[in-house]
């Protein structure tokens, strides 16, 4: 391999690193502020493939940094392995030739520490991150091209020997070993640092945000509902909690597989208990994830079919409590363990009655599913859970969001009630 391809190829992975390193750090200081990441290139929420799954998890970070920065420290480091001036540029032995090993080595480390966190990713926390894969693609891709330039002459048993004998006798060696390994552990404190000095977090945190990231997100949401239009949709025969006559109607489009969607269910509880009898809540199957490795082996249309015949035993919510506590369990979702939720809420048909059952249903949650399709590309939904409130399409759907929207709407309908001389319901 020639010196000038190796550089460019080194360059491009490095390159290519350090963007999704970036990306990735940006996100995880933003979603501690918003619970959001601003970033999703390449990703998507919910399902087998969620970033925001893996980078909210207790992996992303380590000793208090997040893995994305250590990351950042290790592309500088990479850096300095190749413009570290030499000491004699006359001199055979370059910098690359006084440093091949120990880089090497972190190298490997780095590689390790990138195949420890695919399978906590894929095996724990159940989820693929597209952007962390590209980073551990280029750290290979600087592994494989650092290997076959740097040993193309030598063995690495040869040049480990090399090393070893050099090392206690020739001096250039041990200064240029010293200074990188010195401005290394320089580069590695200092992200430490950043990371963990709570002054210096909070001066970024403003800096990237410019105000309080949480509150401007929740207010931007409320300006873009307050321009939308009220539309009529149909929630005949769907799920309800609250008041049938309550002024104030929430419409929820969800997924049963969609962890974002088991995370609203119960702050959607809360705001129910919170404003009854002044809210009223329809949940909307809308189901498009396929069965999550690890996690279910059925897909959310399946799922749902199974959500329709409990809703017509009257037992709808209780199928998604239990439903979602299995979840947090960690139990492999499949029939049998659907056929003990019924079991456990009262339904205590045969799986043969309960198969014959749903299977007269699906025609009904096709149907469905078709005018809820067109409902979504009406209001430009990209995911679930999808929001209505009073007819108008709310962008997020975060407890603060629906809130700061309710208390609005409640005012406004106290207003109303007052010019209008109508009693006013009251929580």
Request: glycine share 4%.
């Amino acid at each position: 391999m020639k010196k000038n391809i190796y550089i460019i190829l080194v360059s491009f992975f490095v390159l290519l690193g350090i963007i999704f390193s970036v990306i990735l750090t940006y996100n995880y200081f933003m979603q501690s502020l918003t619970g959001n990441t601003p970033i999703e290139l390449f990703c998507s929420k919910g399902g087998y493939f969620d970033c925001h799954k893996v980078s909210s998890s207790k992996f992303s970070s380590l000793f208090g940094v997040p893995v994305a920065l250590w990351g950042i420290g290790f592309y500088i480091i990479t850096i300095l392995y190749f413009l570290l001036p030499t000491l004699n540029d006359d001199n055979p032995k370059t910098v690359n030739n006084f440093l091949t090993i120990p880089y090497f080595l972190i190298l490997i480390i780095a590689n390790l520490a990138d195949l420890v966190l695919f399978y906590i990713s894929i095996f724990v926390i159940g989820a693929f991150c597209s952007q962390c894969s590209l980073i551990y693609i280029a750290n290979v891709g600087i592994l494989i091209v650092f290997y076959l330039y740097e040993f193309r002459e030598k063995g690495i048993i040869h040049q480990f020997k090399d090393y070893l004998s050099s090392f206690p006798k020739d001096n250039a060696y041990q200064k240029e070993l010293a200074t990188y390994f010195t401005m290394s552990l320089l580069i590695l404190s200092l992200l430490f640092f950043f990371s963990n000095n709570r002054s210096l977090n909070a001066s970024v945190k403003k800096l990237l945000t410019k105000s309080d990231p949480l509150k401007e997100y929740v207010e931007k949401a409320f300006q873009e509902y307050k321009t939308k239009s009220p539309q009529s949709i149909n929630t005949l025969n769907t799920p309800s909690k609250g008041d049938k006559n309550a002024p104030m109607h929430i419409i929820v489009f969800h997924d049963l597989q969609c962890p974002h969607c088991q995370n609203s269910f119960y702050e959607l509880e809360q705001i129910i208990k919170k404003y009854k009898p002044l809210v009223r809540l329809n949940y909307l199957d809308f189901p498009f994830l396929p069965s999550r490795t690890g996690v279910s082996q059925l897909t959310s249309f399946q799922l749902t079919v199974y959500a329709y015949f409990a809703h017509k035993s009257g037992k709808y919510m209780e199928f998604l409590d239990s439903l979602f506590q299995i979840y947090k369990k960690k139990i492999y979702v499949n029939k049998n363990e659907v056929y003990k939720i019924f079991k456990l809420i009262g339904i205590n048909d045969t799986p043969e009655n309960i198969e014959k059952q749903t299977a007269e249903l699906i025609k009904e949650v096709l149907v469905n599913k078709k005018y809820y399709d067109e409902v979504f590309d009406k209001n430009h939904f990209k995911g679930t859970p999808a929001i209505l409130i009073n007819g108008k399409p709310v962008s997020g759907h975060i407890k603060k969001i629906i809130t700061r929207i309710l208390e609005h709407e409640i005012i406004e309908y106290a207003k109303t009630c007052k010019e209008s001389k109508t009693p006013v319901q009251n929580k």
